[in-house]
């Protein structure tokens, strides 16, 4: 099992990571087991490229990168006590055009 990935929300609903590996295997005429390396070796390639702090961008789906966010100041929500949050890195996902139009 892929460790970076375990669910995709779909439209309220939640479709598993099997449920999306049945269909590639459908969709594509391929075996299930072949199937769900496919998918491992694009969701790792994906998190390696962020890992160098490279963007992936599938044309009209999408682009995956990586953000900086700043250190802020925030507050323990226990003791309301002031707490420094140091900058991170974060990965960001934007939809292209094409998802954007179909999810409308």
Excluded: H
Excluded at 45 to 56: C, F, P, Q, R, Y
Excluded at 73 to 81: S, V
């Amino acid at each position: 099992m892929c460790k970076y990935f375990e669910l995709i929300i779909v439209k309220g609903d939640i479709m598993t990571r099997d449920q999306i590996i049945d269909k590639i295997a459908k969709d594509a005429k391929m075996t299930k087991k072949d199937a769900k390396n496919a998918l491992d070796a694009v969701i790792e390639a994906i998190s390696t490229a962020l890992a160098k702090d490279e963007k992936v961008t599938f044309t009209g789906f999408g682009t995956f990168s990586v953000s900086q966010r700043a250190a802020r100041k925030g507050k323990n929500p226990k003791t309301l006590a002031a707490i420094d949050i140091p900058a991170k890195k974060v990965p960001v996902f934007k939809a292209g055009k094409t998802l954007k139009e179909n999810v409308r």
